[in-house]
C-alpha cells in the first residue's frame, strides 16, 4: 500500500512562520536572506531543506561530504526547495577522544535544536561514521519534521602486499601478529598505508555499515543507499536524489512518525542480524526506537537472534568479504530480497512505498557474498543477550565473530580496575594467566568509562599469543568497535561504575557462560556477594563540571540505549514551538 496523496499547502510549511507574514521578525529574515544573495523566488512556497551535514577535515570518513552536500543540494533545487546546509557535530570514530559514545547523545541534542530554531520544513541528514547515524536519527525524529537519511558510504577495500585489508578487523589481526612477532615493523608500515585507501566509512560490518543499513531497513533512506561505496558515482547520484526526494516528502507530510513503527525497527533487528552487525547496533536501535515511542529492548534482539540467519558473509561475522563485495553482489536490498519471510514488507519509507516494493526485483549475483537462507555463515543469529547474577539487565556476546569453544565455558577471572593496567599486565610475559582465564575489565560502561569506549576487545595477553593462542573469553562493561570479533562479553549492565554486581567480581572467581542457555554467572554464593556489596565503595565522581558533568547526570544504562533521560520522549511535557 503506498502513501495516499495528501499535499501540504504553502502556508502550511513551518518555514512560513518565519518568511511567509508581513510584520518586522519576518522583515529581518527576508532582509537578511537578500542579503546571503537569495531572491524571494528562491523562498517563496518553496519547502526549506536543511542539509545536516556532519563534515569535517579531520572526519576521514566524510570527508567527501562537503562535495557530496553539493549533490543533495542540486537535488533539492531540481525539486523545487530552498536548501540551507547546517554543520553538525562530526563526530569521526578515529579521532574523538576518549570514546565518540560519550558524544553521541550531543549531537542528538544538537541536531534537534538546529531543527527546531531554524526555519525548516524537512531535513537530509549526512552522516555514516559511527555515531553519526544514531546521533542524527535520533534529534531527526524528536523534532519529527520529514527527514530523509544520506549514507556517506562505505570507503574501497584496503590492500596490501597482495592482501585484502578490512577496516578494524585487519588492524586488530596484524597488530598482534606484530606483538607475536610474526610480521615485520616494515609490514606492519604497509598495513597503515593500505588499510584505508578511499574515503567513506569502515568497510568491515563495523558499526557504520551496520547503522546505515539500520537507517535503510527502518525506512529513512532511499532503497540501496547504504551499500553504495563512497567512491562510486552512484553515490552522487543517490545523493541527489534524496535531495530530490526529500522536497516532495515534505509536501506529503511524510514524518519519520510514519515510517518508524514498532514494525520498522523490528525490521531494522533482523536485517542487522542478517548483516552479522556491530554489537553496538543493541544500544543505537534501543535508543532510537525508543525515541520514536517504540518500546524496543534486548528482548526484541534476542527473539530475532534466535531465528535470523547470518546471510551477509562480510568480515568480521563473515570469513573474507567487505562492503564493496555485498554492493557488487547486489546489495541490501538483495539481502532483504532473501530473507523477506523474516520482515514486515507492509511498512512505508521514505519513499513513500511501502518496504516490499523498494526490494521487489532485486536479486543476489554473488551468493557466496549473499548467502541463501539455505546456506547461512551462521544459523543463529549473530548476537546473543546474557543474563545472570553478574549481568541482571543483560549483557551481549557475539557468538559469530568468535571461537566457538567458548560458547560454554567457565575459567577463573583476572580483574583489573582500568584500562592502563590492564594494557600494561597483559605485556608482561611472566603474567599468571592460562587460556582458560577470563580477562575482566570495569569501570567502562557508560558512566565508568566514561562514555563506554570501544575497549571491550580486551587485547590478549602476549603470553598466550606467543603459545600460539588467538582468543579468550573477555568480559567488560564497554563496548567493543563492529569490526572486532573474539569471545568477548560486552555492555554488562548495570555497569561496575554504579555498583552492577561487576563491581563485586574478584580476581580468582569462577565466571561461567553457557551461551546456548544465555546465561552468565559469578559462582560466588549469594551470602559472599551480600557481603562485598556492604563493603563496597562508590568511586568518584568522573565530571564535576561541563558537558561530562551533565551526562553523568543524565545518562541510562546500555540496555536502555544510552540516552539521556530528559531527551526521551516520554519525559515531561512536548517542547513547544520557538515565538517568532
Ligand atoms: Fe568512521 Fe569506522 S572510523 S566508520
Ligand atoms: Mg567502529
Redesign the pocket.
Known sequence: MTQPTHRKAAADLRSARWFGDHGLRSFGHRSRAFQMGHSPEDWASKPVIAILNTWSEIS??HVHLRDRAADVKRGILMAGGFPIELPALSL???FVKPTTMLYRNMLAMEVEELIRSHPVDGVVLMG???KTTPGLMLGATSMDVPAIYVPAGPMLRGNWAGKTLG??SDSFKYWEELRAGTITEEDWQGVEAGIARSHG??MTM???STMTAIAEAVGMSLPGASSIPAADSGHMRMCAASGRRIVEMVWEDLKPSRIQTRAAFLNAIVVAMAMGCSTNAIIHLIAMARRAGQDIGLEDFERASRTVPVIGNVRPSGTQYLMEDFFYAGGIRALMVEIAAFLDLSCITCTGKTLGENIAGAKVYNADVIRPVSNPIYAEGSLAVLKGNLAPDGCVIKPAAMDARFLKHSGPALVFDDYASLKKAVDDETLDITPDHVLVLRNAGPQGGPGMPEWGMLPMPKKLLKQGHRDMLRLSDARMSGTSYGACVLHVAPESFVGGPLALLRTGDIVAIDVDARSIRMEVSDEEIARRRAAWVPPSPRYERGYGFAFSKHIEQADQGCDFDFLRTDFGAPVEEPAI
Do not use: V
Open positions: 576521514p570518513c569521526a570514530e578515529i555514516g561514521c559511527d577496516s578494524g566509512t569502515c563495523g558499526t557504520a
